[in-house]
């Protein structure tokens, strides 16, 4: 016990937002003595940077999330009243909590993520209980560039889970006199064209309407996550909205909710990296 105190631990999160990102961090005593952000474009850097790092320091611990569709929460931890929720038990894995709730997932997805040889892997729902504070009539929403995560707390449980991924639009080439300066082909790992950034006449208004709209995808999905909720689960309220932002939105995007919805709302900073590692040191 006491040559733990001298032991550095390293604790490795990521996530993939557009790209991967990474922050490490370095504990002594329960002191940081270190912490580093990174960012890659691709998987095969991003194990490179993970092997690197934890040769450096033996006591390392890897961390992620769970991002994909496949996931949820539903208020039992019955295997029978699963198929109530739609859910189908064959090819999923679920963790059960204080006996009220189960938060699950997809079998194949965990066995994905497992390639990168982790430590520790969570909900992205998780991270959403472990922060909330309020647990009764409240939604909390998780807000990165490709998804938004939402659960809705009823009388300290968490009773609803939805997720609202962005599809961007692909066009195809389709006039041969396509003005080359404005278009321009990109190659990346997934694919996607998305040069906005390099059309340099858009006026400043446009840029406005084009960061707005953001908030309005997030004012949406919390508006059809309330009707859903209102029909299936509850007819009691939801008093308070919280929106974790992880650096997208506006300010503004909470008095677009008490215009539109008549709810009372806030924004946090919400770091996903900080808090999945700040989960891990508690479970080391």
């Known amino acids: 016990m006491f040559l733990k105190r001298f032991i550095k631990k390293q604790y490795i999160s990521f996530y993939f937002d557009e790209n991967y990102k990474m922050l490490n961090e370095i504990y002594k005593n329960n002191k940081l003595l270190e912490e580093n952000r990174f960012e890659f ?17 033996p006591q390392t611990y890897l961390s992620s999330v769970i991002q994909t569709i496949n996931q949820g929460v539903i208020p039992t931890c019955e295997k029978k009243e699963f198929s109530k929720f739609g859910i189908e038990t064959e090819n999923i894995k679920y963790i059960c909590i204080n006996n009220k709730f189960a938060v699950y997932a997809s079998i194949f997805d965990l066995m994905e993520l497992k390639r990168f040889n982790l430590d520790f892997i969570y909900s992205i729902f998780s991270l959403i209980d472990y922060k909330a504070a309020k647990k009764t009539n409240t939604l909390y929403v998780i807000i990165t560039k490709e998804k938004f995560y939402v659960l809705i707390y009823y009388k300290n449980i968490p009773v609803y889970s939805d997720i609202y991924e962005k599809i961007e639009e692909m066009f195809e080439e ?7 300066e404005i278009i321009e082909e990109i190659d990346d790992d997934d694919g996607m064209v998305e040069d906005l950034d390099k059309i340099e006449d858009i006026p400043e208004v ?20 309330l009707e859903e909720y209102y029909n299936n689960y509850s007819e009691d309220f939801i008093e308070n909205i919280v929106i974790l932002d992880s650096g997208i939105l506006n300010d503004d995007v909470t008095q677009i909710i008490k215009d539109m919805l ?5 924004k946090e900073n919400f770091d996903i990296l900080k808090t999945i590692n700040e989960i891990s040191r508690k479970n080391v």
């Open 41 to 57: 474009e691709n998987k095969k850097d991003l194990i490179n940077k993970m092997k690197e790092l934890s040769q450096d320091i």
């Open 174 to 180: 389709n006039n041969e006199n396509t003005d080359d």
């Open 206 to 225: 446009e840029e406005k309407e084009i960061k707005t709209g953001i908030e309005m995808d997030v004012v949406n999905f919390i508006k059809s996550s």
């Open 262 to 266: 008549l709810i009372e709302a806030k």
